[in-house]
């Protein structure tokens, strides 16, 4: 016998998945997409007497039948039958709920489990559920677990071989007498025709029957093509108005939702007591304070600007660190090897590139366990609710909110965290958003210019100003949006609630360790690689003859003269490079803003990434690449050259342009594809064109 299994685990949200399949399996975690799309997956390994056990965690859905992806992946992958056993996970304190979806996935009569998890919980909340009436009454196995605990984890596995390898039944899924009475029917006369073109569909005639009085799309469209149907059709439109008739009501949906709840109350009513109720007021007293609708939002915001504090400030430190390492490593370089050329390859391209990612790691990794924090805790599912009036507003659905504030840090974390909302046009709304909020790495393109042209003690209310306006113009583009691309009505969507729980450290680590390394892996790729061309298009062509020039030139100037000279051939030299032909080339096209070819160059650099735009200008105004944005003399270099008027009108251009490479290709694979990453360029490029246009032409006309 085959000793590996593979097991599909499935299971509403927060119903404790994740933890679980870390319990059983924490060594052999592997996080990766379904093909095709960007859901997340997670798989695992596990070894129990012998057998391999294989795990994929499906996407949390409240339904094998819904709109949104995730609903669809599932329901896709528990038909597709590329597995041996479902283990359908619960919350024990939430049967009534959660057996909704054990009624859907009993239906497709798979092999499953159904592993009431959170045990321990509900034994506290005074909850006794009776496992082997449970058992009896769906004719499937049934385990009371606690992944937090690990209790009765040897059961489950025990559970999963023994059900694995024990031949296919059919599980005990009733239906209500007159729904009973109409499959009967149906079975019946497909018994007597024996019809051998039925038996290639490889579904037993009380499966067909069922799937037929649902009105399933697929299996209609299979069954037309019998020859069987002209007989059958009758039969079933008969079936079908006599549903009609029971159920008061001509929406077959309806009518079998209404049955399935049914269903469930009965399960419930027969195999559980509630002896104590008053101990869930936790949650009430808790949900008082934290959503009440005067002061919700304020300890919300309350709670964000706590973490964006620590993002920032506990984050300063190792910052520091990396960026003193990444310089001394470049000096390194240059210093110890003899090509001029390699070093420059090694120092300014593979170091700087690779250093770009790192330095940011710190934030990044704060952030996102403050995030998981709020989360484990079922907070954000809170915050979502309070905002969602206030976001439908502008089009945007209120799970909107923590991918937009996460896209104030980096738009790389902010474009995943678009994967909680379900629904995808919400969600590429959303990713088309988020763009507006001025991530960390515009930062200092904002403090340079506003230090350039304004006194220090008010550049803090300019800076505020500057993330202000953009976060107006994303809603203002969200509302727009969703009256032209994304144009529709809603569609419908349970804003879950869930109980407040003690955070789990290990959800928690593996929540932020993943998306780390996922941040690593697909940000240091492509800004890395975007940082190497940079260096090659500003280095190349090889100008000999320039260098020659200057060369004698310096030799002969004196010391003074020496650095200005360096600074003018390397002003030539980016020129002169692809870089600077580049510029020249677009410079027409940025004419209307005043921008010259060395702003225009910046701009273009900065599609790579936005950090590159201040090493640009410094060497393009003759000041070297490694000034930063407290540098005094670029600071006034750009005073000198850039008027204030044309100087607004390239902040908000900054500000609202696609956002970096790397950031780029993750809204790609977030989206669904290139045609995406084209939309966004377009999208984000013409808006800022005319927003830069609009405000140069206020400017102008306030500063003449």
């Known amino acids: 016998m085959d000793k590996t299994i593979k097991v599909a685990l499935i299971g509403q949200p927060n119903v404790g998945k994740s933890l679980l399949i870390n319990a059983l399996c924490k060594s052999s975690m592997k996080v990766g997409n379904f093909p095709g799309v960007t859901i997340q997956k997670a798989e695992a390994f596990t070894t129990y007497k012998d057998y391999e056990i294989k795990i994929i965690d499906l996407p949390g859905t409240y339904s094998l039948y819904g709109y949104s992806p995730e609903e669809k992946i599932t329901r896709e992958f528990v038909l597709s039958g590329d597995y041996d056993v479902i283990v359908n996970v619960a919350d024990s304190t939430n049967l009534e709920r959660n057996l909704l979806l054990s009624g859907q996935v009993l239906e497709t009569q798979k092999k499953m489990i159904l592993a009431l998890n959170m045990s321990d919980e509900a034994q506290n909340e005074g909850i006794n559920i009776k496992i082997d009436s449970m058992k009896e009454l769906l004719g499937v196995n049934v385990v009371a677990i606690s992944a937090k605990t690990k209790e009765n984890l040897d059961n489950l596995l025990e559970l999963i071989i023994q059900t694995h390898t024990q031949e296919k039944y059919q599980n005990k899924r009733i239906y209500s007498d007159s729904i009973e009475k109409e499959i009967i029917k149906i079975t019946e006369f497909l018994n007597e025709k024996n019809d051998s073109s039925i038996k290639e569909l490889n579904l037993t005639n009380r499966e067909l029957s069922i799937l037929l009085l649902k009105q399933d799309e697929d299996t209609y469209s299979l069954i037309k093509e019998k020859p069987i149907w002209i007989e059958l059709l009758p039969i079933l439109q008969e079936s079908t108005q006599n549903l009609y008739k029971s159920y008061d009501t001509k929406n077959i949906e309806d009518i079998f939702i209404v049955d399935l709840h049914a269903f469930v109350s009965g399960i419930i009513t027969e195999t559980t007591t509630y002896k104590n109720t008053e101990q869930e007021s936790y949650t009430k007293k808790i949900d008082k304070i934290l959503i009440n609708k005067y002061i919700g939002i304020p300890i919300f915001l309350f709670f964000m600007w706590v973490l964006f504090q620590l993002t920032f400030t506990l984050g300063a430190a190792p910052m520091d660190f990396i960026e003193s390492c990444i310089s001394v490593t470049s000096d390194f370089i240059k210093e110890n090897i003899q090509s001029e050329l390699l070093a420059s390859l ?15 790691l710190p934030n990044i990794v ?87 042209f304004f006194p220090a003690d008010v550049a803090g209310n300019w800076l505020f100003g500057i993330y202000i306006l953009g976060a107006i113009l994303g809603l203002i583009m969200a509302k727009i949006l969703r009256m032209t691309a994304f144009k529709g009505d809603d569609e419908p969507f349970v804003m879950e609630m869930p109980k407040y729980r003690i955070p789990n450290w290990n959800l928690v680590w593996f929540s932020v360790y993943s998306k780390a390394k996922m941040y690593l892996k697909k940000a240091g790729t492509f800004i890395f690689a975007a940082s190497v061309l940079i260096w090659f298009a500003s ?57 010259d070819w060395k702003m225009s160059v910046a701009l273009v650099s900065g599609l790579a990434a936005k950090e590159v735009v201040i090493s640009t200008m410094g060497v393009l105004y003759s000041l070297g690449g490694e000034v930063d944005e407290t540098s005094d003399g670029l600071m006034q270099a750009i005073k000198e050259t850039i008027p204030l008027k044309i100087a607004i009108g390239y902040i908000l251009f900054i500000m609202i342009y696609n956002p970096c490479l790397a950031a780029t290709v993750v809204f790609g694979r977030e989206a669904g594809g290139f045609k995406y990453i084209v939309y966004l360029f377009l999208f984000t490029c013409i808006t800022a064109y005319i927003v830069a246009l609009i405000g140069s032409i206020i400017a102008n006309a306030i500063l003449g």
Do not use: W
Not at 346 to 355: C, K, N, Q, S, T
Not at 405 to 417: D, E, I, K, R, T
Not at 420 to 425: A, S, V
């Open 366 to 452: 704060i952030l996102f366990f403050g995030i998981s924090l709020l989360e484990t805790t079922g907070y954000m599912s809170r915050v979502a609710f309070l905002l969602d009036g206030f976001f439908h507003r502008f089009g945007l659905h209120g799970k909107s909110f923590i991918p937009l504030v996460s896209g104030f840090g980096c738009s790389v974390p902010a474009f995943m965290a678009t994967r909680t909302l379900k629904n995808k046009k919400d969600r590429l709304l959303t990713l088309f958003i988020i763009n507006f909020m001025s991530c960390g790495a515009r930062l200092p393109v904002y403090v340079l210019f506003v230090g350039a």
């Open 539 to 595: 280095t190349f062509p090889i100008q000999e003859e320039l260098q020659a020039q200057y060369a004698s030139k310096i030799e002969l100037a004196n010391e003074e003269d020496k650095e200005s000279l360096e600074f003018e051939l390397q002003e030539q030299l980016i020129e002169n490079s692809y870089l600077g032909q580049a510029g020249k080339i677009i410079e027409p096209i940025f004419r209307p803003l005043d921008f």
């Open 346 to 360: 090694l120092a300014d391209g593979v170091v700087a590139g690779v250093g770009a990612v790192i330095l940011f």
